[in-house]
């Protein structure tokens, strides 16, 4: 069992990204941060990384609960992700800020850091870039 997830890019940062089928058609533009124009309306690469990120860590919560029978009432995750440059060329950062309703804040604190061993995402990136959690 998997899944697949497929887009393409022409054009780069200020180019146009499609799904494969069909769900995800914009353009990008490069941030006013990083020297480009940021266009409005338009979208990034990182902005594109933070909402995957913050979904599947919010999933990771939500399995994490599940897993150990812990009832939590809700969960919001938001990704700060940024790029930045340094000598050695262009990095990533992130920084997952969660909520979680309905336990107290050890148990939640747990189930942070719990799902931060089981998400792909935080799998992907652990010891690629740097990942702060914070629990709100």
Do not use: W
């Amino acid at each position: 069992m998997g899944y697949t997830a497929i887009a393409t890019t022409a054009g780069g940062r200020n180019g146009h990204v499609e799904s494969s089928d069909g769900l995800i058609k914009f353009d990008l533009s490069v941030p006013k941060g990083l020297g480009g124009p940021g266009k409005a309306g338009m979208t990034n690469p990182e902005q594109l990384f933070a909402a995957g990120y913050s979904a599947c860590f919010g999933s990771a919560i939500e399995f994490v609960a599940h897993t150990d029978k812990v009832a939590i009432a809700g969960v919001a995750v938001t990704a700060d992700v940024t790029i930045d440059m340094n000598d050695g060329g262009f990095f990533l950062a992130a920084k997952l800020k969660a909520k979680i309703d309905g336990v107290d804040r050890a148990t939640a604190q747990g189930l942070l850091e719990k799902a931060h061993q089981v998400c792909p995402y935080s799998k992907a990136t652990r010891g690629n870039i740097k990942v702060e959690l914070e629990l709100l």
